[in-house]
């Protein structure tokens, strides 16, 4: 088994018994106090802190279970687990350290990989923030998706908080919900993004709204994008599929499928420039083409969400993308949607929860990927998975989507960040087109009840006296990085 670094380490340690990322300076001190010190010795020093001994997690061994739950798992403690872990640690069996490890070490796939998640968000975090604006409280889940009353109220905050933001109603869906466009930028280079043309696939929607946050704000980095680049973002184009997902998760039987618009119309097969169609059964559609027509933009992507796919490593699919492969389209058109490919990968090769893989494409004219590129519109689709999720969600299924949803949505805005720095900087002119071919091939389809169903509580917990070294099972399964070299 391979050894985990010593950040991976030490972030646990943060994440497990501090409920927090780690401060970029705590991170480093920690980091060199392991050149001289086992992974058990400062397990002990988080455990024997001020912050540890006067969190609610120290009050008693039930506490703690419960803590390490929460920021292990982001879910509750089930009652088997509460009672068993907390028996071991009251009886002296297990320290709170050694507990973690047991806990790690025994949990399900849906749990190490929530695990997984909340480190890889947490070491992003760590990453990005200085020490003077570092926030213990920073949530490392979302609460929850946008409804559509909550998008536009954020939409219209982002447009008073920011001078630098424009935000236009561009239409109305069948069902009355308005459709805008948020504008940022007065660079000559545009940028179009699109999400959730299908309702019930909604965190490229999250997404863009961290990334119009970021790209309207005051930081020199932004600054300096707006210059080069404008970015127009038509977040939620199907509004009335999702607020019906929302409607069959709250139990409504015989809701219309939430991918498709209120006419029952895929708004993503509307596209093709031979074939048109009927503006009256998809006003979302047109809304994209007029909005698209009037901007030109030098690229546009479009943000999905996918089923499970999983390697021969074991190792799930968390976004797989692909470029216009219409016959008839320009190559040049194409080629400018594997540049696009290339920059996602470029940026997500330091983020630990991502594995990129190329969306088995058709030439089907009728999607925004091909239909647009065919009047000229470089494109990329991106399908992240967690439609499977979402799905069963709506069905009912006791199932903890925030850590996952978190760490997709993450992912969602590394890229679109991606894109659009690489464009503003000049560097996405030179990238080698041919390198996307280097993305692998999507994995194999997995049923859902093997990831999910079998989910009984089975702990099997190794005499931690046996293992060398305690190790945590997150920094053992990060995956290897998958991307192409650029
Ligand atoms: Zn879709």
């Given at each position: 088994?391979?050894?985990?670094?010593?950040k991976?380490?030490?972030q646990?340690l943060?994440l497990?018994?501090?409920g927090?990322a780690a401060?970029p300076?705590?991170?480093?001190?920690w980091?060199g106090?392991l050149?001289?010190?086992t992974?058990?010795e400062?397990?002990d020093?988080?455990?024997?802190?001020d912050?540890?001994?006067?969190?609610s997690?120290?009050?008693?061994?039930?506490?703690?279970?419960?803590s390490l739950?929460?920021?292990?798992?982001?879910?509750?403690a089930?009652?088997?687990?509460?009672?068993y872990?907390s028996?071991?640690?009251?009886?002296?069996?297990?320290?709170?350290?050694?507990l973690?490890?047991?806990?790690?070490?025994s949990?399900?796939e849906?749990d190490?990989?929530?695990y997984n998640a909340?480190?890889?968000i947490?070491?992003?975090y760590?990453?990005?923030?200085?020490?003077?604006?570092?926030?213990?409280e920073q949530p490392?889940?979302?609460?929850g998706?946008?409804?559509n009353?909550e998008?536009?109220?954020?939409?219209?905050?982002?447009?008073?908080d920011?001078?630098?933001l424009a935000?236009?109603q561009?239409?109305?869906?069948?069902?009355?919900n308005?459709?805008?466009k948020?504008?940022?930028?007065s660079?000559?280079?545009?940028?179009?993004?699109i999400t959730q043309?299908h309702?019930?696939?909604?965190?490229?929607?999250e997404a863009?709204?961290?990334l119009?946050?970021?790209?309207?704000?005051?930081?020199?980095?932004?600054?300096?994008i707006?210059?080069e680049v404008?970015?127009t973002?038509m977040?939620?184009?199907?509004?009335?599929?999702?607020?019906r997902?929302?409607?069959?998760?709250?139990?409504e039987?015989?809701?219309?499928d939430p991918?498709?618009n209120?006419?029952?119309?895929?708004?993503?097969?509307s596209y093709d420039?031979?074939?048109g169609?009927d503006?009256s059964q998809a006003?979302?559609a047109?809304a994209?083409l007029e909005?698209?027509?009037?901007?030109?933009?030098?690229?546009?992507?479009?943000?999905?969400?996918?089923?499970?796919?999983?390697?021969?490593?074991?190792s799930?699919?968390?976004m797989?993308?692909q470029?216009p492969?219409?016959?008839d389209v320009?190559?040049?058109?194409?080629?400018?949607?594997?540049?696009?490919a290339?920059?996602?990968a470029n940026?997500?090769?330091?983020?630990?929860?991502d594995?990129?893989t190329?969306f088995?494409?058709?030439?089907?004219p009728?999607?925004?990927?091909?239909g647009?590129?065919?009047?000229?519109?470089?494109?990329?689709?991106i399908?992240?998975?967690g439609?499977?999720?979402?799905d069963?969600?709506?069905?009912?299924l006791?199932?903890?989507y925030?850590a996952l949803?978190?760490?997709?949505?993450?992912?969602?805005?590394i890229?679109?960040k991606g894109v659009v720095?690489?464009?503003?900087?000049?560097?996405?002119?030179?990238?080698?087109?041919?390198?996307?071919?280097?993305?692998?091939e999507r994995s194999?389809?997995i049923?859902?009840?093997?990831l999910?169903?079998?989910?009984?509580y089975q702990?099997?917990?190794?005499?931690?006296?046996?293992?060398?070294?305690?190790q945590l099972?997150?920094?053992?399964?990060?995956e290897?990085p998958t991307?192409?070299?650029?």
């Amino acid at each position: 088994m391979e050894k985990p670094d010593s950040k991976d380490i030490v972030q646990g340690l943060y994440l497990s018994l501090l409920g927090r990322a780690a401060d970029p300076e705590g991170l480093k001190h920690w980091v060199g106090e392991l050149e001289n010190s086992t992974i058990e010795e400062l397990g002990d020093h988080f455990v024997s802190s001020d912050e540890f001994t006067s969190s609610s997690a120290a009050e008693s061994p039930e506490s703690f279970v419960r803590s390490l739950y929460f920021n292990l798992f982001d879910r509750q403690a089930d009652k088997a687990g509460l009672d068993y872990w907390s028996a071991k640690l009251e009886q002296g069996e297990l320290d709170e350290h050694q507990l973690v490890t047991a806990i790690t070490q025994s949990a399900s796939e849906a749990d190490r990989e929530a695990y997984n998640a909340k480190l890889a968000i947490s070491d992003y975090y760590t990453d990005q923030v200085t020490q003077d604006a570092y926030d213990p409280e920073q949530p490392l889940t979302i609460s929850g998706l946008h409804s559509n009353d909550e998008l536009y109220a954020e939409l219209n905050r982002l447009d008073s908080d920011y001078d630098s933001l424009a935000l236009d109603q561009v239409g109305s869906s069948l069902a009355g919900n308005p459709l805008y466009k948020a504008e940022v930028g007065s660079g000559e280079r545009k940028v179009m993004i699109i999400t959730q043309q299908h309702g019930d696939e909604p965190l490229g929607t999250e997404a863009s709204l961290y990334l119009l946050e970021f790209l309207a704000g005051d930081s020199a980095l932004a600054q300096s994008i707006r210059e080069e680049v404008t970015v127009t973002v038509m977040p939620r184009v199907n509004p009335d599929g999702f607020a019906r997902w929302e409607r069959q998760e709250s139990g409504e039987q015989g809701v219309l499928d939430p991918r498709r618009n209120e006419a029952n119309v895929d708004l993503n097969r509307s596209y093709d420039p031979d074939e048109g169609f009927d503006e009256s059964q998809a006003p979302e559609a047109a809304a994209v083409l007029e909005v698209l027509d009037a901007f030109q933009p030098d690229l546009l992507l479009d943000y999905h969400h996918q089923n499970n796919y999983r390697n021969d490593e074991g190792s799930l699919d968390t976004m797989s993308i692909q470029w216009p492969t219409n016959p008839d389209v320009d190559p040049s058109v194409s080629e400018t949607g594997q540049q696009a490919a290339v920059a996602i990968a470029n940026s997500l090769e330091n983020f630990d929860h991502d594995q990129l893989t190329l969306f088995p494409g058709s030439e089907n004219p009728a999607i925004a990927r091909n239909g647009l590129a065919l009047d000229g519109t470089p494109t990329l689709l991106i399908e992240q998975r967690g439609l499977q999720e979402m799905d069963e969600l709506a069905l009912g299924l006791d199932l903890d989507y925030s850590a996952l949803a978190s760490a997709l949505t993450l992912e969602a805005l590394i890229s679109m960040k991606g894109v659009v720095s690489a464009i503003a900087d000049d560097s996405f002119d030179s990238l080698d087109p041919a390198l996307a071919e280097q993305i692998p091939e999507r994995s194999e389809r997995i049923d859902f009840a093997d990831l999910y169903g079998d989910d009984a509580y089975q702990p099997e917990v190794q005499d931690p006296a046996a293992s060398e070294e305690l190790q945590l099972v997150g920094a053992q399964t990060m995956e290897e990085p998958t991307m192409v070299e650029a």
